[in-house]
């Protein structure tokens, strides 16, 4: 594409990540302490998913709960949902709905249900993912949301939040050459610049590996139990990346 304003190794070689790691029911070794940059909080809770390999939905609500509060440092869930949005704006929440691993509809709806305790008209909210361009309430949007699950992807690398908004372009195939390097341009569009108050990235069963475009199986992915919040996608994004490429080191036998 021309003249990017923006690219994604940019954004990754001046973005650092702080990872503030709250546990709820899962115990997480070497927790790093709070430092200048970005704050990434991870949740993970051993019983988020039942045997059969289902959300319950109880548990996720409570770990997202966990992850707003210590995010915005605040004492209830309401408090950080007022700093997210409020009853003047319009938001929309771009979630993600590939069939192998989408955005927990369970997540999508506890985000609905927030944004209307903090005051947003229910008329003013809209979820969606690949019909965003032609979406009202995305075109009007004063306030977004990023969720999506983590997954290996075969042009990227992986697919994680910066990625998820590609279908604010109506030429996604725009962004694929050299690696999907310009995917950080996406966010200075004007849809997006600037309004995204949060970005979720899940982390119940990540897909660690791809064969191609497109590719699942359950064989590459692994439950890891979490859930990844924060306010700049970038820092969300990287410690995503962290996580599984020390999954790849373990499954593949690689020197780290």
Not at 109 to 127: C, F, K, Q, T, W
Not at 193 to 215: A, E, S
Request: charged share 25%.
């Amino acid at each position: 594409m021309n003249n990017p304003i923006i690219t994604r190794r940019d954004f990754l070689r001046t973005t650092g990540a702080a990872a503030l790691v709250a546990t709820a029911g899962l115990p997480l070794p070497g927790q790093e302490k709070r430092a200048p940059g970005a704050t990434v909080v991870l949740v993970r809770h051993e019983k988020v998913l039942n045997a059969a390999g289902e959300v319950d939905p109880a548990v996720l609500e409570q770990m997202f709960d966990k992850a707003v509060v210590d995010l915005f440092e605040v004492d209830r869930p309401a408090d950080a949902w007022k700093r997210i949005a409020g009853p003047s704006d319009t938001v929309g929440i771009k979630t993600n709905v590939w069939k192998y691993l989408r955005t927990p509809v369970v997540l999508e709806n506890a985000m609905r249900e927030h944004l209307l305790s903090a005051g947003v008209s229910g008329d003013r909210i809209g979820i969606d993912d690949r019909g965003v361009l032609g979406n009202p309430i995305f075109r009007n949007a004063s306030v977004l949301i990023n969720a999506r699950p983590m997954r290996a992807h075969h042009w990227s690398g992986v697919g994680g939040l910066l990625k998820n908004y590609i279908m604010f372009t109506p030429e996604p195939p725009d962004y694929h050459p050299d690696s999907c390097i310009d995917l950080g341009a996406l966010w200075k569009l004007p849809a997006v610049k600037g309004k995204t108050r949060l970005n979720v990235l899940v982390m119940l069963t990540p897909q660690f590996h791809c064969l191609g475009p497109h590719h699942f199986d359950r064989e590459f992915t692994w439950r890891y139990n979490g859930l990844l919040v924060g306010t700049d996608p970038v820092a969300v994004d990287a410690v995503g990346l962290s996580i599984i490429e020390a999954q790849r080191r373990r499954y593949f036998k690689e020197d780290s």
